[in-house]
Nanobody, 116 residues
Framework: VQLQASGGGLVQAGGSLNLSCAAS?????MGWFRQAPGKDREFVAR???????KYADSVKGRFTISRDNAKNTVNLQMNSLKPEDTAVYYC??????????????WGQGTLVTVSS
């Protein structure tokens, strides 16, 4: 499975960005992780084929994940961005649904920088 992510960039605190990821084939779970400088990669959000959604507590109420099953794409609308949201964001896919998202497949990452 190949993943192509896009949409990162530089934005001021309080601003918005939208990330998109296109997959080469359909999978049950699509989602996003991020890795800030000097920190471990962390889960951000995921959505299943049936529309079941889960968010990390740190982004609830600010980020919205959605997917287009016909196009095998997943989007992450990020609003009210904070400097601590600065990270490389990775699109990920899982074949099946588990208690946590594993990341069976990974995209190349797209950098999001939020200035204060």
């Amino acid at each position: 499975v190949q993943l192509q992510a896009s949409g990162g960039g530089l934005v001021q605190a309080g601003g918005s960005l939208n990330l998109s990821c296109a997959a080469s084939e359909r999978t049950f779970v699509m989602g996003w992780f991020r890795q800030a400088p000097g920190k471990d990669r962390e889960f951000v959000a995921r959505i299943t084929w049936t529309g079941n959604i889960k968010y990390a507590d740190s982004v609830k109420g600010r980020f919205t994940i959605s997917r287009d099953n016909a196009k095998n794409t997943v989007n992450l609308q990020m609003n009210s961005l904070k400097p601590e949201d600065t990270a490389v964001y990775y699109c990920a896919l899982d074949r099946g649904l588990g208690a946590t998202m594993r990341g069976d497949y990974w995209g190349q990452g797209t950098l999001v920088t939020v200035s204060s």
